[in-house]
Nanobody, 115 residues
Framework: VQLVESGGGLVQAGGSLRLSCQASGITFAIKSMGWYRQAPGKQRELVASTSNGGGSTNYADSVKGRFTISRDNAEDTIHLQMNTLKPEDTAVYYC?????????WGQGTQVTVSS
């Protein structure tokens, strides 16, 4: 499975960004996909995830009500709509695809929120 991310960048606090991640390869093996983030000096943490088919979603408490994860099964793509961004959302965001045998990761995309 290969994951290609897009959509990061620099935005002012209160603004919005949309991240996208397209999977290719043996995508039929994917059980769930999601977004993680890692800020400098901190551990990587789950931001949001969605099950295969998009029927079930999960969010970190810190982003509930501000971020929305969605899945386009036809394109094997997930999106993360991030609204009301805060400086503490600044991090490298990684796309994740979980199969029954391993996790796959994208290369990461930088999101920087200025105050």
């Amino acid at each position: 499975v290969q994951l290609v991310e897009s959509g990061g960048g620099l935005v002012q606090a209160g603004g919005s960004l949309r991240l996208s991640c397209q999977a290719s390869g043996i995508t039929f093996a994917i059980k769930s996909m999601g977004w993680y983030r890692q800020a400098p000096g901190k551990q990587r943490e789950l931001v949001a995830s969605t099950s295969n088919g998009g029927g079930s979603t999960n969010y970190a408490d810190s982003v509930k009500g501000r971020f929305t994860i969605s899945r386009d099964n036809a394109e094997d793509t997930i999106h993360l709509q991030m609204n009301t961004l805060k400086p503490e959302d600044t991090a490298v965001y990684y796309c994740n695809a979980r199969t029954w045998y391993t996790d796959y990761w994208g290369q990461g995309t930088q999101v920087t929120v200025s105050s």
